[in-house]
């Protein structure tokens, strides 16, 4: 068992590394993944040749390969040589390649020691993203520490020239706070079958100083399904008190419902362009306007644009541009994962924690194929396939 340990040490260490790529200032996170993608492949092959065929007719594989197929059309068909267009395209397919290949070695390898090098990893990650938010704040002399008055104040915070770590968006860096939070904070559930409320309170923290409401929501629907799913009964009769206590200062501080409707809201924004593509429905192509092409029907049809490249919500996004093959191939693909991981994990309480939030965020932000999911996606099913999550002996701690 040793021996196989050691096997996986350098795609485990890359794995490691690609995460913290994601965070820095400069775009390498791609030649990363596609080392690691690499090494993933000839590591489970080398070992397993007889499982690739198998692992290749997975029906969600097959709709992500339906998914990228016809993006690399689209983009042929609509794209005119735009280098902003082409980029994203190349995204897509290294991101869904790692993707791909890091299931395939995941499925087969030893996962003790790799979930130990991931939490060791998500600290240095979480403790980088504390110290670059303390720096935000200090340069507004922590004037927004309780919080901001609205989306565009808190997106002030955000000043490029003293960013190193995260991502200089409010919402991207949120909802990427979310994510990643929720793995940090399932790791000790799976691995010592413990809820652990430093990890939440700590999360929870980072994702208020970051004035991002996206991050909030995704945390309260992820860690209240940990607790409803995982607690005794007690726990969650306490917990919901405690929601219904909290719950007025949420809506109007943390979440500023009073304002979502607002031009520069960034929900009110959502709002427009969602109302946007249900208004001109008809308008959209049954095959996609083109790949990216999203924000010139916004720039058209929107009673207001702010110059974003997609409608805020994947899957509108992918019908808008891809249209119906597009967007089936897509959802078939997120159910034929969901399938998938419960095929390998039979707790369908611990997915659903996992996928519910993921599902949330995707509605409000990501494009679709972006490096945050297919991360959130890779780490999930680490945990998920690493051992049987026993309700008994799961209890609440430091």
């Known amino acids: 068992m040793e021996t196989r340990d050691n096997r996986y040490s350098l ?18 996170y791609p030649a990363i993944f596609l080392i690691a993608s690499v090494v993933f492949l000839i590591g489970a092959y080398r070992y397993h040749p007889s499982g690739l065929k198998t692992f290749l007719q997975q029906p969600w594989v097959l709709a992500i390969g339906v998914f990228v197929v016809y993006a690399c059309g689209s983009f042929f068909a609509t794209a005119n040589g735009q280098t902003q267009i082409r980029d994203n395209l190349i995204k897509m397919l290294v991101n869904f390649c790692f993707f791909t290949s890091s299931i395939y070695w995941l499925s087969q390898c030893e996962k003790k020691n790799l979930v130990r090098m991931i939490d060791w ?54 909802a990427r706070l979310a994510l990643f939070g929720l793995i940090y904070i399932l790791i000790p559930l799976v691995s010592n079958f413990r809820i652990s409320f430093t990890r939440i309170l700590l999360i929870f923290s980072l994702a208020f100083l970051s004035l991002s409401r996206t991050p909030i929501v995704a945390l309260l629907i992820g860690v209240f399904l940990i607790f409803w799913f995982f607690a005794n009964k007690t726990v969650r009769i306490a917990l919901f008190a405690f929601l219904c206590v909290l719950a007025p200062y949420l809506f109007i501080k943390v979440l500023r419902v009073d304002t979502l409707t607002a031009s520069n809201d960034g929900m009110g924004v959502r709002i427009t362009y969602w109302k946007a593509f249900f208004q001109h429905f008809r308008e959209i192509q049954p095959w996609g306007n083109g790949f990216l092409k999203g924000g010139d029907f916004l720039q058209q049809h929107a009673a207001y644009y702010h110059g974003e490249p997609h409608i805020h919500n994947t899957f509108l996004s992918n019908y808008l541009e891809l249209g119906i093959v597009g967007f089936v191939s897509y959802l078939l693909f997120l159910c034929f994962f969901y399938r998938y991981c419960t095929q390998i994990n039979n707790l369908r309480s611990f997915w659903l924690a996992v996928f519910l939030p993921l599902l949330a965020i995707m509605m409000i932000l990501y494009s679709g194929y972006d490096n945050d999911i297919v991360l959130y996606l890779q780490l999930a099913f680490l945990l998920g396939s690493f051992q049987k999550i026993v309700k008994e002996k799961i209890n609440i701690g430091i």
């Not at 979480?126 to 565009?152: E, M, R």
């Open 11 to 28: 795609p485990g260490l890359l794995l490691c590394l690609a995460l913290l790529s994601v965070f820095l200032p400069w775009k390498i």
């Open 121 to 174: 990893t998500m600290h240095v990650i979480f403790v980088l993203c504390f110290i670059q938010l303390l720096i935000y704040h200090q340069a507004f002399h922590f004037h927004l520490l309780t919080g901001a008055a609205s989306s565009a104040k808190g997106s002030a915070l955000y000043n490029k020239d003293l960013f190193f770590w995260g991502l200089s968006d409010k919402n991207m860096f949120g």
